[in-house]
């Protein structure tokens, strides 16, 4: 039974599945311990669902991957069947009914990293593409179908998404540091164009981006049928945790929109999204 | 000739800080180019055609689900946990 989960959600929550969460880890050696230095818990974990810990990990690697699972699969025990608890609705982050999921990826397409040559591990954090998800509320997607961006999704585009994800998790734009947020639609032979000027900056100037948006829309009444969206433009700086390999100076980011097919991994929470009310609020 | 040599230095100096708004660093850093055919262009080099191989998993996001389907199956949870969704933005 594969699950995938952002340790953030449980490690701040105090609710069945956060309890459970914490259950399974402090049973790994020095978790207790970093559950309450706010260390990360992060890793690979494999349980009952009891909670039971059988194994846990936190290197990369498919043959260890391997080798554990199959230790733990000679020696596993199935518990007799028992209730998982009611998932509490406030802070549950799943999408609003209604709304409409898109694909975010992030992508470096020009650099200057200096002339050395990489090593694997550079190229592979050079080369990297950053993915996520954007939300869009029922309303909201009725008034894009209809041929008008409300200012709420062009500003959560802004804040949210228009960032260098590429390595990590980036600190989300503020309010105050959109210096500029323009987002339009105009009627194109099969739907919409969308066309717009985005200018971030946070800090003085220490990280900042500045980019062209383009794209086209497709509805059906009230449904979004295409989202292809670029983004594309000058970026500099880094967060805390994107600092490492990070292209030093200006670089070309190109942000890309497209719909999300429907499916369990489609509701992955967008990264900006600690709760869904602050995310879904501007 | 001294003011022709003058304009050329003015010139050049324009020309130097118009590229390091546009540049910087980076060099060949831009974003004016951005119109129907590089949406093409970027769109398709950008946005993945297939899936890949780890989004062939049936990955489940919420946890109490994957234990209630654990229960019934009779199969251990695997657990990928990290800072940042693992299927999202890390």
């Not at chain 1, 953030?8 to 069945?16: A, K, N, S, V």
């Not at chain 1, 982050?93 to 694909?103: F, I």
């Not at chain 1, 080369?127 to 869009?136: A, E, Q």
């Not at chain 1, 008034?143 to 994800?165: C, E, Q, W």
Request: charged share 30%; net charge neutral.
């Amino acid at each position: 039974m594969p699950a995938a989960t952002d340790i953030w959600f449980f490690e701040h929550t105090r609710d069945p599945s956060g309890d459970f969460y914490r259950k399974v880890v402090t049973q790994r050696e020095g978790m207790e311990e970093a559950i309450e230095s706010k260390n990360t818990t992060q890793g690979f974990y494999i349980l009952d669902p009891d909670g039971k810990l059988y194994s846990s990990w936190n290197k990369r690697g498919g043959e260890l991957l391997k080798t554990k699972l199959k230790e733990v699969l000679q020696k596993y025990k199935a518990p007799s069947h028992g209730k998982a608890e009611e998932y509490n609705s406030r802070i549950d982050r799943r999408p609003p009914k209604g709304s409409t999921v898109v694909e975010v990826y992030a992508k470096i397409t020009d650099a200057d990293y200096g002339g050395n040559e990489p090593n694997i591990e550079q190229k592979a954090y050079r080369d990297s593409l950053g993915r996520d998800h954007l939300w869009i509320t029922k309303a909201e997607t009725a008034t894009i179908a209809h041929g008008k961006m409300p200012k709420s999704v062009a500003n959560r585009i802004a804040r949210y998404h228009l960032n260098d994800f590429t390595r990590g998790e980036p600190p989300i734009w503020n309010l105050p540091e959109i210096v500029q947020c323009d987002m339009r639609l105009e009627p194109d032979p099969k739907g919409y164009k969308l066309t717009g000027e985005v200018e971030l900056a946070a800090g003085n100037h220490e990280r900042h981006y500045s980019a062209k948006l383009y794209g086209l829309i497709e509805s059906d009444r009230d449904r979004i049928t295409r989202f292809d969206v670029i983004a594309k433009g000058v970026f500099n700086g880094h967060g805390a945790h994107t600092k490492v390999y990070a292209p030093p100076g200006d670089f070309t980011l190109v942000i890309g929109f497209k719909l999300a097919p429907p499916g369990e991994a489609s509701e992955t929470p967008p990264e900006g999204v600690t709760d869904a009310g602050g995310y879904l609020k501007e | 000739m001294i003011a022709r040599h003058s304009l050329q230095i003015i010139i050049l100096i324009f020309a130097a800080a118009v590229c390091r708004q546009d540049g910087g660093k980076g060099g060949t850093a831009k974003s004016d180019d951005l119109g129907p055919q590089e949406f093409k262009k970027l769109f398709d080099k950008i946005i993945p055609k297939a899936q890949e191989r780890w989004q062939k998993i049936p990955w489940r996001i919420d946890l109490l689900e994957a234990r209630e389907v654990s229960y019934q199956s009779k199969k251990p949870i695997f657990l990928w946990a990290m800072n940042g969704h693992p299927l999202g933005c890390t």
